[in-house]
Structure formats: C-alpha cells, structure tokens
C-alpha cells in the first residue's frame, strides 16, 4: 500500500511522536530533505556523490589541510587522502604547501573544479526549480517563507 505525503502519518515516521512535536517535525523533515537530496543528485556519473561533495566543500571552504576535509565531510583520514587523490587527478584540485607544516599540504580547486561545482549547483537548482512546479501557489509560498529558517537550521551546531 503506497501512502501519499498528504496522509502521511508521522507514526510511520517516528513511533508515536506527537504531531507537531520537535520529534514529528525533524523526523519528517529528514525525511523529505533525505528524499529531495537522492532527487536532486546532479547527472555526473564522472564524479561520484561523495567526490562532488568533497570538492564542493573545497571550492565553498577551501583551501584546506586533508584532515580539515575529513573533519567536513564526516570520513576517516585515510578516505579524505584517497578523495583529494581521486579529485586531483582528474584536474579538479591542486596541492599546495603548507607554509607552517612541511608534512602537510592544502588542497585548493582548480578552474575545471570550481566550473564543475557551479554546474552541478545548475543542475541541482533547475530540477528543483522542475520539482516546486508542481506545487501550488500556497505549497510553494509556505516553502519560500520557510527557507531562511531551513538555512539557519542547517549551519546550527549539534550537541
């Protein structure tokens, strides 16, 4: 039996969480924001979700020391190495030294690896864009009104 989201009942969701609660909420939204995330994957079958994350973090924060990116992006230190590994030889990132500690290095986006990032943003932007039509004028003006605390929710820091 298929459910639809406009009966979707949190319960399927979060046991028994009161409607409404802080509970309710933040189940639901992960869920919606897991299912919009999986829909909006950019097409790049060159570079994989995590690549495409991993520079993305890069051209937003970088340069950066390989364990900066690991602390970013949630993996291990040895995953960060095989990462900037992978982007920089496919041209998208560059090493460069790092003046305060000769063992390490910073890895910073190439030209090709900014265009690469912008374009996927693209990508991402209009299909979203394809998705909220769809919507009715009040479903999207409730969605508008909501993105300024969605962005805050999504820079807070987590206990």
Do not use: W, Y
């Not at 639809?4 to 509970?23: I, L, T």
């Not at 998705?131 to 009104?145: C, R, Y």
């Amino acid at each position: 039996m298929s459910v639809s989201p406009q009966n979707a009942s949190s319960a399927s969701v979060m046991g028994d969480a009161r409607p409404g609660s802080p509970e309710d909420v933040g189940a639901r939204l992960a869920l919606a924001v897991g299912r919009l995330n999986r829909r909006l994957q950019p097409f790049r079958p060159e570079l994989s979700h995590g690549l495409l994350m991993a520079l993305s973090s890069i051209v937003r924060k970088g340069p950066l020391r390989p364990g900066e990116l690991a602390k970013l992006e949630a993996v291990a230190p040895p995953t960060a190495t095989r990462i900037v590994v992978e982007l920089e030889k496919r041209g998208l990132v560059e090493r460069s030294d790092d003046p305060d500690d000769g063992r390490s290095f910073f890895v910073g986006a190439t030209e090709e690896g900014t265009a690469a990032i912008l374009a996927a943003r693209h990508e991402r932007a209009v299909h979203a864009a394809e998705l909220l039509s769809a919507l009715t004028s009040d479903e999207f003006e409730a969605i508008s009104g909501a993105l300024e605390a969605l962005e805050k929710a999504s820079l807070a820091e987590c206990d």
